[in-house]
């Protein structure tokens, strides 16, 4: 990537395995158990090109070759190592070296035989490389949170809807047929009103912990052969190179992630947000606090937050517990487990409820890239869309906020700016470093 600017061009199969109020079984089927290990024909396949090949945007590459109308032809990294290795892990998959590697996300762009992309990238970069593949006419994979401010996200949304794109965020929890079972169950009013939703967000897996144990080194260092350095800050500001600053850690800086909360939080909130069939709003009413990390890593740990939203319903989250959420209706609860897909009710019998013919019925799909690349030739919505990861990753946002500025705030929803703290309206939508704008 240089610092150029941007441009523009054209446009549930369910288990009946309850046991002690407990339910799990795979959330996502092997295309090979659905029949579909040969490949497609050359002019049935979408081609692909991924932008970020770190460690997720390989994994995501793997991913989408498993499918067999995919051809995945390009990727892009500003650090050369990252690239190389994405190309050859790609040639090596595909048994040609046909993969073209690009420094510049826009070139990739540029190329018409593309028809969609996938982001990859830090969060920070997250808006301003969808927002171009938007407008350069390619559909979107873009890695979760949505983007890493308000601002951006908004911008996002508008650019796809603008440009007619398909986008599906990263969230792939939202493909659990527990999940979304679950979330049945809840929007059809099985454990009755919704008075609280429990988000268990914990920060304690050995990463944290290395994270909240840092203590330097703060001098700058030597930028690594092959690191277009500047390109990866993009539009943050200017700040010396550090090899804990960059790559895998980054997401513990403010700057260019939000620590926990949004990481793992655009999982676990999205349930949430699913469950109480929220995708098109928020709550109203943030209050949080936490302890804000020291040095480099300055993110947010030990947090507590409750949002409300405007029909009273709780979010009421910590770092306690193992990672899932809790929907508790006035007749019963149930909890879903984030990044396993296990489920557990106040009743055993509440996990073997049918959702009837004229009941909400949410969906299902083998996995959330098949189910993005369905979309992709329907054009039909995919499981999540992007106002849906906005949404959600606001509410991460947003209790960040409220922990920088220590007070509650309230938030209108339509308008999205705070309208109790001009303070938190600035850091919805931080200063770009020129020449990057939406």
């Known amino acids: 990537m240089s610092n150029r600017n941007a441009f523009s061009r054209r446009s549930l199969l369910r288990t009946a395995a309850a046991s002690a109020g407990a339910l799990a079984f795979p959330a996502i089927v092997p295309a090979s158990a659905l029949g579909r290990e040969e490949k497609a024909a050359p002019s049935d396949r979408i081609v692909v090109g991924t932008i970020g090949t770190g460690g997720r945007g390989r994994s995501l590459n793997r991913m989408f070759m498993d499918q067999p109308d995919v051809q995945l032809v390009a990727v892009c990294d500003v650090d050369a190592g990252h690239r190389e290795q994405g190309k050859r892990e790609v040639d090596e998959r595909a048994g040609n070296s046909d993969c073209a590697s690009y420094h510049d996300f826009r070139e990739l762009l540029a190329r018409d035989d593309i028809e969609a992309v996938i982001v990859a990238t830090p969060d920070h970069w997250h808006a301003l490389a969808a927002i171009a593949a938007a407008e350069a006419g390619k559909d979107i994979y873009c890695e979760k949170p949505l983007t890493n401010t308000v601002a951006e996200g908004r911008a996002l949304v508008d650019a796809v809807e603008r440009c007619g794109r398909i986008l599906q965020v990263g969230s792939h929890e939202r493909s659990g047929a527990n999940a979304r079972y679950a979330c ?22 050995s990463h944290h912990e290395e994270a909240k144990a840092h203590a330097g080194p703060l001098a700058s260092e030597p930028v690594p052969e092959g690191f277009d350095y500047d390109f990866w800050l993009g539009h943050t500001p200017r700040v010396p190179y550090l090899e804990d600053r960059c790559h895998f850690w980054w997401r513990f800086q403010l700057t260019f992630g939000g620590g926990e909360m949004t990481d793992r939080g655009a999982h676990v909130i999205d349930i949430a947000q699913l469950g109480l069939g929220a995708d098109h709003t928020t709550p109203v009413h943030f209050e949080a606090r936490g302890r804000r990390g020291e040095g480099l890593y300055d993110a947010f740990w030990d947090y507590e937050f409750t949002n409300t939203y405007a029909d009273g319903v709780t979010l009421v989250g910590s770092t306690q517990g193992p990672r899932g959420l809790k929907f508790e209706g006035e007749d019963g609860w149930i909890f879903i487990e984030i990044h396993g897909g296990r489920l557990e009710a106040s009743s055993p019998s509440l996990l073997e409820e049918v959702i009837g013919p004229d009941e909400i019925h949410l969906g299902r799909s083998p996995g959330h890239q098949r189910n993005f690349l369905d979309c992709v030739r329907s054009r039909s919505q995919p499981f999540a869309p992007a106002e849906a990861g906005h949404r959600t990753a606001t509410i991460c946002h947003l209790n960040n906020i409220a922990m920088l500025v220590g007070k509650p705030l309230a938030w209108d929803p339509e308008t999205e700016q705070v309208t109790n703290c001009e303070e938190a309206n600035r850091l919805l939508s931080p200063t770009m470093r020129k020449p990057w704008s939406i």
Do not use: A, F, H, W
């Open 184 to 205: 049945e169950l809840v929007r059809n009013g099985r454990i009755g009103r919704i008075q609280t939703v429990r988000i268990n967000l914990p920060d304690n897996d």
